[in-house]
C-alpha cells in the first residue's frame, strides 16, 4: 500500500479530502481549496475489532461509526462522516483497499453525512443528470459508456450522491472521472482491454478512465431508470408509479442496511418522498443474454425527445 509521508489533497462527490493514501483514480489538488471535509487515515484497529466483533459478522455499527472487516485486506472504521482509517493486513493488496475506500467506505460516509447513495451510473442530457440503476450485472456501467460513445459525459458511476439543492431540488454530485467495465463491455464497444488496468481479484473487470468525457459540476437529477433483465427477447420501458418508487430506491440505495443500522430509516424516506415527486422514474427491460447498450440508449434519447420524460 502506497502511505504518503504527508497527506494528498483530492475532490469526491464534491467534498474535500485529505489522504495517507496514494488514490490515483480521484482528482489530485494541487492544494486544499477551502476546507477538508473528511480524511483518510492509516491505524491499527485491531484492538477496537476485538472490542466489538460480533460471531458470523464482518459489519459493526456503533452509534456513528461504521467498522468492517475484510479478510487478507484491512479493517476499516468510517467516522460520523468525516474520517475513514484503514487498518491493513501484512501482505494486503493496495489495489484492494483501495475498491474498498471507493467503494464500501464512501458509501458509508456519504450515507453519515445524509447524501443518498444510490448504486449505479449516471451520465448528463440536455443538462441533467439520468442515473441507471440496477442490481449486480444489470449492466449500469455499459448503458452509460454507451451514452459517453453518443458524447454525453459521465457524472458518477457505481455511486451516485444526490443530495437537495437550495431550492429543494435533487441534484447529482460528480464522482470521479473513471468506470468500472467487463471485459465482454469493452469488446462490444469497440475498446481494448490491455489498454485499461484489471480490477484487483477481477480480471475480467477494469478501471476505463474517462477524463474527457466526465462532468465535473452538480446538476439537477432528471430521471432514474432501473434496468431489469428479463426471459422475453423485447427491450420494453415503463414508468414507476406509487409506492413502487420508494422501495425501487430503498433498494438501490448502496450498503442499504446500513440506513436502518444508523437510525436513519425516516431520513431516507423524507429524502425519497422529496425526490421521488420531482423525477421520472422508469423500468427498463432488457433480455438476459446479448450486447442491449446501444438499442437501450437509443430507446431513451428517442423517449426524451418525444418529450415523455422531463
Known amino acids: 500500500m502506497v502511505r504518503t509521508m504527508k497527506k494528498l489533497a483530492y475532490t469526491i462527490f464534491g467534498l474535500n479530502v485529505a489522504s495517507e493514501i496514494h488514490l490515483p483514480e480521484l482528482i489530485e489538488l494541487p492544494v486544499f481549496e477551502g476546507n477538508v471535509d473528511f480524511s483518510i487515515e492509516v491505524a491499527d484497529l485491531s484492538e477496537l475489532w476485538k472490542k466489538i466483533e460480533k460471531p458470523k459478522s464482518n459489519f459493526v455499527t456503533k452509534e456513528n461509526q461504521f467498522v468492517f472487516k475484510i479478510a487478507k485486506t484491512a479493517i476499516f472504521s468510517i467516522q460520523q462522516g468525516n474520517k475513514i482509517i484503514v487498518s491493513p493486513m501484512e501482505g494486503a493488496a493496495e ?36 442515473a441507471f440503476i440496477g442490481e449486480s450485472g444489470a449492466g449500469k456501467s455499459t448503458l452509460a459508456s454507451a451514452f459517453l460513445s453518443k458524447g454525453f459525459p459521465l457524472i458518477s458511476d457505481d455511486i451516485i450522491a444526490v443530495s437537495l439543492s437550495e431550492d429543494h431540488g435533487p441534484i447529482v454530485t460528480p464522482s470521479y472521472p473513471q468506470q468500472k467495465l467487463w471485459q465482454e463491455s469493452l469488446e462490444n464497444l469497440g475498446m481494448e482491454s490491455n489498454q485499461f488496468r484489471p480490477i484487483f481479484q477481477r480480471e475480467a473487470k477494469y478501471a476505463v478512465p474517462v477524463l474527457t468525457s466526465y462532468y465535473s459540476e452538480k446538476v439537477p437529477l432528471k430521471g432514474v431508470f432501473e434496468l431489469v433483465k428479463t426471459q422475453g427477447e423485447d427491450i420494453k420501458i415503463h414508468a414507476i408509479e406509487g409506492l413502487d418508487r420508494f422501495y425501487m430506491l430503498y433498494r438501490h440505495t448502496y450498503r442499504n ?16 418522498a422529496k425526490i421521488v415527486n420531482q423525477i421520472e422514474i422508469f423500468e427498463l427491460q432488457r433480455p438476459l443474454s446479448g450486447f442491449t447498450a446501444n438499442k437501450l440508449s437509443s430507446l431513451i434519447l428517442n423517449t426524451l425527445t418525444k418529450g415523455e420524460l422531463r
Open 95 to 130: 489495489d484492494q483497499i483501495r475498491l474498498y475506500l471507493l467503494g464500501t467506505c464512501m458509501g458509508a460516509l456519504l450515507t453519515q453525512r445524509k447524501v443518498l447513495p444510490l448504486h449505479g451510473s449516471a451520465v448528463v442530457i440536455n443538462g441533467g443528470a439520468y
Open 257 to 272: 442496511f446500513l440506513i436502518s443500522q444508523l437510525g436513519l430509516m425516516d431520513w431516507h424516506f423524507n429524502l425519497s
